[in-house]
């Protein structure tokens, strides 16, 4: 298993302020296939609260571009 201090995430309140292609840019060159979400606590404890998925995420984009070019 990945240590924590290893993994790559993203806060929940930044996933808020990005946009679909965005998130995908951070994909883009990093050989990661999914990226944790997590929601960070007045503490400085986090709670992980999802999972992005790379490969749903570019099939999304991909549909999203077929039904705009109709």
């Known amino acids: 298993m990945t ?3 290893e993994l790559s995430l ?3 309140e930044t996933l808020l302020t990005l946009t679909a292609c965005d998130l995908y840019e951070m994909f883009q060159g ?3 296939t999914h990226l944790l ?3 960070i606590h ?4 986090a ?3 999802g999972l992005v998925s790379r490969a749903t995420l570019a099939k999304r984009l991909q549909g999203a571009r ?5």
Do not use: F, M
């Open 3 to 5: 240590p924590w201090n």
């Open 10 to 12: 993203v806060k929940y």
């Open 30 to 32: 990093t050989g990661l």
């Open 37 to 39: 979400v997590v929601e």
């Open 42 to 45: 007045g503490d400085e404890s």
């Open 47 to 49: 709670t992980a609260i």
């Open 66 to 70: 077929r039904s705009t070019s109709r």
